[in-house]
């Protein structure tokens, strides 16, 4: 089992859309979990970090669940821009990337 | 916030040529930087890890001697892709965290270079 897997993708929405990505994550002892968004060709930006009790910031919602080690995040009212891949990334005792959700968000 | 700069942003190279590439944090002192390497269409794989006055720790795969990592100071680790070939392109990242203790402080990335042997 890979250590941090996500949803294969790509999702295909349309603005304004309501878009929800899960993570899951094998390393039970993970201290701290990451959301990235990635461009093509560009490199990983921070997105948001997640938080026990789960976050919000704007359109965006990162849930953690560790008993059963996934992550989720939510994108609400999408937009055209939010289009990329998305990457999990949990901390251990290293940076481990999921694999990356690609979303397009359609006019 | 935290910054970090990677130079060059693309390079193309001959074959069996040696490639340098820099990273830098401006604004906080890295103790340890991540190299990373990325396939077209493929998420980011971690090729070494760079310690400060030490030697880079590799994954399972990378060729220590083909891939120089060297940390010299807490603000500049360098990658060199020694005898490049074509199957060395790839786009290649650097990232660096405040403190790999510090729980909750997140990677902050290079900008990547684009490697193209030819």
């Known amino acids: 089992r890979k250590e941090v897997e996500q949803d294969p993708g790509p999702f295909n929405v349309p603005e304004g859309a309501t878009v929800a990505f899960n993570c899951t994550y094998s390393n039970s002892a993970s201290q701290s979990f990451f959301w990235y968004r990635q461009d093509c060709r560009k490199e990983p930006k921070l997105l948001m970090s997640v938080y026990s009790s789960g976050n919000e910031d704007g359109r965006f919602t990162a849930q953690l669940n560790r008993a059963s080690q996934y992550i989720s995040l939510l994108i609400r009212d999408s937009k055209l821009s939010d289009s990329a891949t998305y990457l999990c990334v949990v901390d251990g005792q290293n940076f481990v990337f999921g694999p990356g959700t690609r979303l397009s968000v359609l006019p | 916030g935290a910054v970090v700069s990677q130079h060059p942003s693309r390079v193309i190279c001959k074959s069996g040529t040696s490639v340098k590439i820099e990273c830098r944090s401006l604004d906080f002192q890295a103790t340890t930087m991540f190299w990373y390497r990325q396939f077209p269409k493929q998420s980011l794989m971690l090729m070494a890890t760079?310690?400060?006055?030490?030697?880079?720790?590799?994954e399972q795969g990378v060729e220590k001697d083909k891939f120089l990592i060297n940390h010299a100071s807490l603000t500049l680790s360098t990658l060199t892709v020694t005898s490049a070939h074509p199957e060395d392109s790839s786009f290649y990242i650097c990232?660096?965290?405040?403190?790999?203790?510090?729980?909750?402080?997140?990677?902050?990335f290079g900008n990547g270079t684009r490697l193209t042997v030819t």
């Open positions: 990232s660096a965290t405040r403190g790999i203790l510090d729980y909750n402080s997140p990677l902050h």
């Open positions: 760079s310690n400060e006055g030490s030697k880079a720790t590799y």
